[in-house]
């Protein structure tokens, strides 16, 4: 594992929290990258815990 990685996980996650603290609500784009993120770093868990957050909050993951 990379440690490139693990940081740039970090900086999404860091920047997901943020975003939250403001009150912003997380859109499509968000979470496709906090879902890469964590499939890049191979954190396959925490991609699919993502995913579900993503549908829990009615939105539909991006097909294309």
Do not use: F, W
Request: aromatic content about 8%; charged content about 20%; overall charge negative.
């Amino acid at each position: 594992m990379c440690g490139g990685y693990v940081s740039q996980i970090s900086e999404v996650q860091r920047l997901y929290e943020y975003m939250k603290e403001l009150g912003l609500k997380p859109d499509h784009r968000t979470y496709d990258l906090l879902i890469t993120a964590h499939v890049i770093n191979r954190d396959i868990e925490a991609a699919m815990g993502a995913l579900t957050t993503l549908v829990l909050v009615y939105l539909s993951p991006i097909t294309s």
